[in-house]
T-cell receptor, first 111, second 116 residues
Framework: GEKVEQHESTLSVREGDSAVINCTYT??????FPWYKQEAGKSLHFVID?????DRKQSQRLTVLLDKKAKRFSLHITATQPEDSAIYFCAAHLGGYKVVFGSGTRLLVSP | EAAVTQSPRNKVAVTGGKVTLSCNQTNNHNNMYWYRQDTGHGLRLIHYSYGAGSTEKGDIPDGYKASRPSQENFSLILELATPSQTSVYFC???????????????FGSGTRLTVL
């Protein structure tokens, strides 16, 4: 079946460094790729997304890159801060109500 | 204020018992979803609904039923709970942007269910 693979289960960076989280997907029909953040003990909330008609989207310190040929998308966080520490989930919408989530990447930002 | 509210936050049930997880949303969204979150699996879709009175099976519906009596409320029902259903359950509503295929999901705070 359709899969979204999130390659890093854990990522540790120093405060101020950049972090990159990578995801790949299997279904070429995927057209929308959101990212969600889950802070410790809390629920998930939307942080940024990208649609298949563009290959880059930036929102403040967050940038999402999409490589449709490689079926790969990534979240780039610059100038990381301790409050960026969380689990990040990538997802791919396949059409209709079908959304497949990655398994999550725990980002740890240390001072 | 929270727009998607789940209850209870924590639940301990016995094997074979009936469990009902409740979800209420004030977003006035048509679409609602139930997911479970297990380590290493991300979120997996159990049931969803595109409006009052409708329920549809997701990817892992076995052992679960759903009910959507109104726009605001969506329940997940475990008629005969089993230990394998021990998990964290999230309810979400979808804003329908671009159709369901490109909508943002708004999640509740989750219910941690333990089945002994």
């Amino acid at each position: 079946g359709e899969k979204v693979e999130q390659h890093e289960s854990t990522l540790s960076v120093r405060e101020g460094d950049s972090a990159v989280i990578n995801c790949t997907y299997t279904d070429t029909a995927s057209s929308y790729f959101p990212w969600y953040k889950q802070e410790a003990g809390k629920s998930l909330h939307f942080v940024i997304d990208i649609r298949s008609n563009v290959d880059r989207k930036q929102s403040q310190r967050l940038t999402v890159l999409l490589d449709k040929k490689a079926k790969r998308f990534s979240l780039h966080i610059t100038a990381t801060q301790p409050e960026d520490s969380a689990i990040y989930f990538c997802a791919a919408h396949l059409g209709g109500y079908k959304v497949v989530f990655g398994s999550g990447t725990r980002l740890l930002v240390s001072p | 204020e929270a727009a998607v509210t789940q209850s209870p936050r924590n639940k301990v049930a016995v094997t074979g018992g009936k469990v009902t997880l409740s979800c209420n949303q004030t977003n006035n969204h048509n679409n609602m979803y139930w997911y479970r979150q297990d380590t290493g699996h991300g979120l997996r879709l159990i049931h969803y609904s595109y409006g009052a009175g409708s329920t549809e099976k997701g990817d892992i519906p076995d052992g679960y039923k759903a009910s959507r009596p109104s726009q605001e409320n969506f329940s997940l029902i475990l008629e005969l709970a089993t230990p394998s259903q021990t998990s964290v359950y999230f309810c979400a509503s979808g804003d329908g942007t671009g159709g369901a295929s490109a909508e943002t999901l708004y999640f509740g705070s989750g219910t941690r269910l333990t089945v002994l």
